[in-house]
């Protein structure tokens, strides 16, 4: 049982635009960088969004991350096929002192 | 080039033991906190372990105590040493490598060893 809260699944048409909702506490969203992660089908994950919305080297400006107290999100505009993956935040907790991953959330493109 | 190979994955019976290697290459990996992730089949990722540049390991409930993670600076290797396995750690294993500290994002990742805990 996942402490950060995603929504199981959103779908939208090509070249639109969706976001993911991500849910924690002060002890972990509220305080700490989160992280998102994509994972392609049959892929390990790759990192997508780094210390709450900067971009590593190489990932589409498409891609941006926010956050808001206990609660961060993730967008994808200009919504691609290849974009069809599961997506996963992520943020280190201070009370569990581990690393705790979103329940995730599957983008399918319509 | 930046690189995790991980090894070790197998079929191993309930209370069992296992080891997983990981291999690093391309980059300074006394450097880099290092953590384990691990993820079922059809499920989520989960995290299992995490180890700083000095050797400090953290892990979840779900493993403590009987998962150990450790490094080997000098072979460029992270492992982890699995006993008392149960069903519910069959999973694919992941190493993963922090990128600015443990509480950071994992921006490197292995390719993944099966693990199957079944008698």
């Known amino acids: 049982q996942s402490v950060l809260t995603q929504p199981p699944s959103v779908s939208e048409a090509p070249r639109q635009r969706v976001t993911i909702s991500c849910s924690g506490s002060s002890s972990n969203i509220g305080n700490n960088a989160v992280n998102w992660y994509q994972q392609l089908p049959g892929k390990a994950p790759k990192l997508l969004i780094y210390?709450?919305?900067l971009l590593p080297s190489g990932v589409s400006d498409r891609f941006s991350g926010s956050k808001s107290g206990t609660s961060a999100s993730l967008a994808i505009s200009g919504l691609q096929s290849e974009d069809e993956a599961d997506y996963y935040c992520a943020a280190w907790d201070d009370s569990l002192n581990g690393y705790v991953f979103g329940t995730g959330t599957k983008v399918t493109v319509l | 080039e930046v690189q995790l190979v991980e090894s070790g994955g197998g079929l191993v019976q309930p209370g069992g033991s296992l080891r997983l290697s990981c291999a690093a290459s391309?980059?300074?990996?006394?450097?880099?906190?290092m953590h384990w992730v691990r993820q079922a089949t059809g499920k989520g990722l989960e995290w299992v372990s995490a180890?700083?540049?000095?050797?400090?390991?953290y892990y979840p409930g779900s493993v403590k105590g009987r998962f150990t993670i450790s490094r080997e600076n000098a072979k460029n290797s992270l492992y982890l040493q699995m006993n008392s396995l149960r069903a519910g750690d069959t999973a694919v294993y992941y190493c993963a490598r922090a990128s600015s500290g443990t509480r950071g994002g994992m921006d490197v990742w292995g390719q993944g060893t099966t693990v199957t805990v079944s008698s």
């Open positions: 210390y709450d919305d």
């Open positions: 180890i700083g540049t000095a050797g400090d390991p």
């Open positions: 391309g980059f300074t990996f006394s450097s880099y906190d």
